[in-house]
Structures are given as C-alpha cells and as structure tokens.
C-alpha cells in the first residue's frame, strides 16, 4: 500500500473501530492545525458512515504559546463556557468525541507552573459534566494521533527534516495495524486477546498486587468488587467503541487508601506540554507523601496539589514490555503511545466503570467505596523487563501475573 492508501485506512479504522459512529450521531473533532488534511479525511469518512453533522475545533501552537506567555493573570483562572457548553450539548445528543494528537511535546517549556496549574484547574472545574460522562462511557470517545514536524523531531533527532516526518508514521501506521488492508480485522482479533486476559485476571479476584523492579516496590490493594477492563468500551446504548488507539493495556481501579511503597518511572511524563522525568514516588495509605525528579519536580509536585484527589492513583494498567510499541524501542514522549509500551500507573480520577456498580455514582458514593475522585487523571510509565508482579488471593496465597515484564499466564 502506498501512503495515501494507508492514510485512508487509518481513517476509516478510526471511523468504523475507534468511533463506531452510528446513523444520524453528531461528531466532535478536537485537534490542531498540523492535522488539517487526516481531519478532512475523516470528517468525509464519518460522513460516508452516516454522522449528522461534524465539527472540528482547531488549536494553533503558536497560538497556544503566546496565550501563556501574554495573557493577563486573571485568564488562567478562567475557562470559555462555550467550550464547556459544546460538549454539554454533544453529550445530550449521544454524540461522539474524537481527540487526534499531534501535539509538540515541549510546546510549554518554560511558562510559569503557576500558569500552567492555574488553567488545568479552570478547565476541570468548566468540565466536570463532560468529565464524568468520559469516565462512565456515558458518550463514545476516541484518541488517536498523527505526526508534527516538532513532535517527530523530538522523537527522531538524528534523521534529517523529511525522513523524521516519514519515520514517525511508518511507525504509527505499524502500531496501529495499518497498512495490509486488513485494520479492522486485525484490531477484532487484537480486542479479543486483551479480553482474555482481563477475563482471566477477573476470574482470580485478586486482593492486593505487589509490584517489584529497580526503583520500584510497591503494593496496590483492590477494590472488593474490582473489574478488569481492556480499551474496548461500551457507551450507553451499548455501542462499542475504542477509547485510545494503539491500545494494549489491561486495566483497573486500585483502592484509593490501599497503595504503599514506592515506584520509579521508566518513561518521561510528557504534562502540559513539558517533560517529568526520572522522578520516584513514595506512596502511604494511598497518598503520595515524597517526590523525588531530576527533572519536572515543581510541575510534578503542582499535579499532585491540584485537588484532594490528585495525590492519590486512579488507575493501574498492565501492558507486556514485549508490546508492539515497546518492541520498537522508540521513546514517543506522548502518553498515547508510551503508556501502550509499558505497565503504567494514573494520577487522580478513578473509572467508575472499574467497580461492578459503580457506574453513574457521585463523587461521594465513589469515595465511599474506595474509588479516588479528582479533576485530573494523568499516567506514568513504569513497567520494564525486570518487573515481576505477584497477585496476592483473599486467603495470603501469592500468584505470578508477570515474570521479567511479561504475561506468567
């Protein structure tokens, strides 16, 4: 297949797997101005697949850069309520949300903490409706991404300008099953693996995990009535769909008080458009109390002071070191790809659908049962090939989930 052939069935991939849009459902695109033409692209295939109208919000990064450096204080407490009302009105229409990423990884390097942490809790203060329906599969939600000129010089420094462009999508093609023609077959029968993994991962009802590798051990005790899930969603009306692509996690909510010990990251943290890197977290009760980084530490320490919630874990994924993504040794520094290459934890909200019933509830019943509650959700990698992960059964009995980065079962 040529480039424009495998372009078209990363569309269509996107359209007919990652948003499974539906006759006469309404479509919103959030991306930046690198991704105009894949946007057309799949503003005409959700078109051909029966959407009933389509926008598309376009960011702009030299537009964003001088927002944070220029802007008067008061802005960043702020947030646009259209923007805030838009997504209000997609939710109540059913309709579909697809983020296409091509973000510059140091895109804010070096804007004020303050700046940056000020705006990310406006934002999700403005967002709480859409948040909540994210986080409870209320609507269908898509991430995927392109490459920028920016984003693939990061990634590949040592190729000349046009090979670094070229290189970052054969690579994303690769990672995403595309370019046989054979996409959608593929992601089924990759969508049904991961399924058998969180189904046997369900069936053990494991207590507490304890994880172990250079700079990490740590335990992270489980829900009572935890569930497993994979990136294959359902929303309301039991439309499937697939929340990030590339996916190969397996995951679940840890209990908001049952996390001790420490871990060590294996991957840079790339957070409002700076890098976190080589940084441990001490973790007691659940809460983190000790931060340790080389670099990103006051960006880091400013995350985990957003809210209440945000010093605690929402999620704990499971990927194989061997995934597709880490098998490529290329550091994507975006959580998209990154957290696909490695076992990763998230900083703050929890997924309600993490818990057998837990669907729907408020933030207070949420708490009740052990689930952590915040505007944030960020991950971090840090699986590697030497972590070992034993699952510890409600009567003390320890059994291997992962040897040396890797499935025991």
Avoid at 242 to 265: F, Q, S
Wanted: hydrophobic content about 40%; glycine content about 6%.
């Amino acid at each position: 297949m040529n480039f424009q052939q495998k372009l078209e069935e990363y569309a269509e991939l996107v359209v007919k797997v990652g948003l499974n849009i539906q006759k006469d459902q309404p479509l919103l695109i959030g991306t930046t101005t690198d991704t105009i033409e894949f946007t057309r692209l799949i503003v005409k295939k959700a078109y051909e697949a029966g959407a009933k109208r389509v926008d598309v919000n376009y960011t702009d990064e030299v537009n964003a850069r001088a927002f944070y450096d220029l802007a008067p204080e008061e802005a960043f407490h702020e947030y646009p309520k259209w923007l805030a009302m838009q997504r209000d009105e997609l939710i109540e229409n059913k309709g579909a949300l697809l983020w296409i990423d091509a973000d510059n990884p140091d895109l804010l390097e070096g804007v004020s903490v303050d700046r940056i942490s000020n705006f990310q809790k406006a934002a999700g203060k403005a967002l709480e409706n859409y948040r909540k329906a994210v986080m409870n599969d209320v609507i269908t939600w898509s991430i995927v991404a392109i490459p920028s000129e920016k984003w693939a010089a990061k990634v590949f420094p040592k190729l000349d300008a046009e090979r670094q462009m070229e290189a970052l999508w054969e690579l994303i093609f690769k990672v995403v099953r595309v370019g046989e023609g054979t996409a959608v077959q593929k992601w089924k029968e990759h969508i049904d693996n991961l399924e058998s993994r969180a189904a046997l991962l369900n069936a053990k009802r494991f207590k507490k995990l304890h994880y172990k590798a250079e700079g990490t051990d740590i335990q992270v005790e489980l829900p009572k009535d935890h569930i497993w899930l994979t990136g294959a969603s359902k929303n309301e009306q039991s439309v499937a769909y697939i929340a990030n692509m590339p996916t190969e996690e397996v995951y679940t909510a840890p209990l908001k008080t049952g996390v001790n010990g420490y871990v060590k990251n294996k991957k840079p943290l790339v957070y409002q458009g700076n890098i976190v890197d080589d940084f441990t977290l001490t973790f007691e009760n659940g809460a983190i109390t000790k931060i340790e980084a080389s670099i990103g530490k006051e960006l880091l320490q400013e995350l985990t002071q957003t809210d209440n919630g945000a010093k605690y874990l929402g999620e704990i994924a499971l990927v194989p070191h061997e995934s597709p993504i880490s098998a490529s040794n290329v550091l994507f520094f975006n959580t998209l790809f990154d957290e696909n290459a490695s076992n990763h934890f998230a900083i703050g909200e929890a997924y309600p659908t993490c818990v057998e019933g837990a669907r729907g509830l408020s933030h207070e019943d949420l708490e009740q049962i052990g689930l952590n509650t915040s505007i944030v959700h960020e991950d971090f990698m840090i699986g590697s090939a030497d972590m070992d992960i034993m699952g510890e059964l409600e009567d003390g009995t320890m059994e291997p989930i992962f040897r040396k980065g890797t499935w025991a079962f």
